[in-house]
């Protein structure tokens, strides 16, 4: 049985959805250089630097769904199918257009001023990341983005006048999304490129201290402007399996797990957990500290533990075995899961996993803030989409969550992600839709941007009025 007050709702992320990418004084974002096509995963890995926009390339967070000028009529649709909450991320270049300003950009706070308020209208509470996957390139020109310990100061200013300026609009907050893509997409992760025989894994954790402290101050923050706030971490997860019972493996899956969950580790339970000395150590990593920042990291830990789960992951001892297509992070195939379109690995039970061992480790309230199928759909002729498919996933999950909470699991809420059609993140495409709302616009730019309801709009509604009790 779901909570009373559980926050059903849906999810999407600025850079992915607004457009808008210059306007009314917002500045150029980590995001905006990444193209759409056959560039894209060497700029979003850092192994090619993005200096300047290329001729003949889209790119298709400029434009991407308008969401800037069609936020109300949004609203309106996720009012009818009963949102509870809608998580969205505010464009950290709308409020400090390089970053590093002393003041804020008053048009940029104004647009979430009215969004907010636009939810609040309809009863839906917002839930706001700070970053997600968008710093302003301003600060990646000037410092070398979260390499530079300057950033931290950048990021808390900008904070504050979140915190500050939505006051009363937005009590739930996430800091960074999926802070642990960094180690996997470390440009589109958190804007780092890398110098020729550079060190990856030093710049890259010592961005994650600099985020890890960054995420703790802003926390700290949060709590202080307004005691209410209730503010979490967020990581791309998805328990890893062993490929076989061989101690090898499983002692495999054991180490990628805690690559990722490190990062919630500090959030968490505000220290660096024991076996990360000695990664550090195997990786040549010598990570440079402010003097206050272990207290700091101890004595700001998060409320909630929020994560995106699309699937499961296997990890194997031996190289040979076959890897299959993830959300940013490559996995082994498993045999026993079918894949998506996209081929990524579904697997429902895998959430009820996940839950219950994120849950045992921390103990705090977890929250369920992506999840969902990205498939291409067709406008039948009568003008509607039939997306059964998609239905059919969102329910597996729905009861897989169910059994989560039944175990003894504490969930605030589900938020599927791109409730609305959105650009991808991995591959900048539109026609990988998550959406109960159809958006009219294809891979290449094309298209009118309408809106249209799809099959699961009504279903997620009846979900959503019946509390997860009706989701046939
Ligand atoms: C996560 C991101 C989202 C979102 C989602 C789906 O990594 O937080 O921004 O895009 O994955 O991924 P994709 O868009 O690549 O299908």
Known sequence: MFPENFLWGGAIAANQAEGAWLEDGKGPTIVDMIPHGAKRMTIKTGEVNPVTLLDGEFYPSHDAIDFYHHYKEDIRYFAEMGFKCFRTSIAWSRIFPQGDEEEPNEAGI???????????????????????????????????????????????????????????????????????????????????????????????????????VASALATKIGHEVNPDNKIGCMMAGGQYYPYSCNPEDVWE????????????????????????KRVFEEKGVKLEMGPDD????????????????????????????????????KTVRNPYLKVSEWGWQIDPLGLRITMNSMYDRYQKPLFIVENGLGAKDVIEEDGSINDDYRIDYLREHIKAMNEAIEDGVELMGYTTWGCIDVVSASTGEMSKRYGFIYVDRDDAGNGTLERRKKKSFDWYK????SNGEDID
């Open 294 to 329: 272990l207290d700091i990291l101890k004595e700001n830990t998060v409320d909630f533990i929020s994560f995106s789960y699309y699937s499961s992951r296997c990890a194997s001892a031996d190289p040979s075995v076959g890897l299959s297509e993830g959300n940013l992070i």
């Open 253 to 276: 899956a054991m180490q990628e797990d805690r690559k990722n969950m490190m990062f919630i580790d500090v959030q968490a339970r505000g220290y660096y957990p024991s076996y990360s």
């Open 462 to 465: 009846k979900v959503i009025a």
């Open 110 to 212: 104004a647009f979430y001023q009215d969004m907010f308020a636009e939810c609040k209208k309809y009863g839906i509470e917002p839930l706001v990341t700070l970053c997600h996957f968008d710093v302003p390139m301003g600060l990646v020109d000037k410092y070398g983005s979260w390499r530079s310990r300057k950033v931290i100061d950048c990021f808390t200013r900008y904070a504050k006048v979140c915190f500050e300026r939505f006051n009363g609009l937005v009590k739930y907050w996430l800091t960074f999304n999926e802070i642990n893509v960094l180690l996997h997409a470390p440009f589109s992760g958190a804007g780092i490129c890398f110098a020729p025989g550079e060190n990856h894994d030093q710049a890259i954790y010592q961005a994650a201290h600099h985020e890890l």
